[in-house]
């Protein structure tokens, strides 16, 4: 699995025009899931999402998580992310999980983050919907996080 996490000052995604989801401070997670990953792989990339410590501590040092800070997380499902462009200029998606897979491994991930943030904390976008995500990049902060 691969997270591509952004740290945002907010972030809301819409769908068919209506705003299905908004946070304020906290971090973006655009989620990939490959084709071999498992339940186990959804759960302990959850796990370092939370614990990825990239906010400010007071003395502006990027040292904590956010669990620590109170933010909030939406995670969108972003098979793209899996996207090979080493040949030709049309990406292969070939790596990428067939979407029955995807979605069970994505739906873990977000128990997960619920599980552990609460429920109020993490919002999500709708799987295999076309989305608008709209979002404030603070820093700007970007990291990949992968599973292995």
Same mark, same amino acid.
């Given at each position: 699995?691969?997270?591509?996490? #952004? $740290?945002?000052?907010?972030?809301?995604?819409?769908?068919?025009?209506?705003?299905?989801?908004?946070?304020?401070?906290?971090?973006?997670?655009?989620?990939?899931? %490959?084709?071999?990953?498992?339940?186990?792989?959804?759960?302990?990339?959850?796990?370092?999402?939370?614990?990825?410590?990239?906010?400010?501590?007071?003395? @502006?040092?990027? &040292?904590?998580?956010? #669990?620590?800070?109170? @933010?909030?997380?939406?995670?969108?499902? #972003?098979?793209?992310?899996?996207?090979?462009?080493?040949?030709? &200029? $049309?990406?292969?998606?070939s790596d990428a999980a067939p979407?029955?897979?995807?979605?069970?491994?994505?739906?873990?991930?977000?128990? $997960?983050?619920?599980?552990?943030?609460?429920?109020? $904390?993490? %919002?999500?976008?709708?799987?295999?919907?076309?989305? #608008?995500?709209?979002?404030? &990049?603070?820093?700007?902060?970007?990291?990949?996080?992968?599973?292995?």
């Amino acid at each position: 699995m691969r997270a591509l996490i #952004q $740290r945002v000052t907010r972030c809301s995604v819409t769908i068919d025009g209506v705003v299905h989801g908004a946070i304020g401070a906290g971090m973006v997670i655009l989620l990939g899931v %490959r084709s071999d990953d498992t339940s186990d792989a959804a759960r302990s990339l959850a796990d370092r999402c939370i614990a990825l410590r990239i906010f400010d501590d007071a003395d @502006g040092k990027m &040292n904590r998580s956010l #669990q620590d800070v109170g @933010g909030a997380a939406m995670i969108v499902s #972003q098979f793209t992310l899996y996207g090979d462009t080493r040949r030709g &200029n $049309r990406p292969s998606y070939s790596d990428a999980a067939p979407p029955e897979l995807a979605e069970r491994l994505y739906e873990e991930f977000v128990a $997960r983050m619920r599980e552990v943030l609460g429920t109020e $904390r993490i %919002r999500t976008g709708k799987f295999r919907a076309m989305m #608008q995500v709209e979002l404030v &990049n603070d820093g700007p902060v970007t990291v990949t996080v992968e599973s292995r």
